[in-house]
């Protein structure tokens, strides 16, 4: 399996620990993290202005499903 390079400005998502799927797009990455800005929760839309702190091996690229949503909402 091929390592997938998460990018500043891209959009992800991620399992949180309660379980909820989380799309964000991404603020800054390191080594070990990313800096996640969260946009939506389990498809609603919030806003969180401190970016959360993601381990970049729980990150995946959004689907072309989430980039839809993400576009129809101007993220």
């Known amino acids: 399996m ?20 989380v799309i964000g797009r991404v ?5 070990a993290n990313s800096k996640v800005r969260v946009w939506a929760i389990n498809d ?10 993601v381990g970049k091996e729980f990150l995946r690229r959004a689907t072309p499903k989430m980039v839809a949503f993400a576009s129809a909402y101007d993220f």
């Open 44 to 53: 609603c839309i919030v806003w969180r202005p401190e970016p959360a702190v």
């Open 27 to 31: 603020r800054k990455v390191n080594r």
């Open 2 to 21: 091929d390592k997938v390079k998460i990018a500043v400005n891209d959009l992800v998502y991620y399992r949180s620990r309660a379980g909820n799927q």
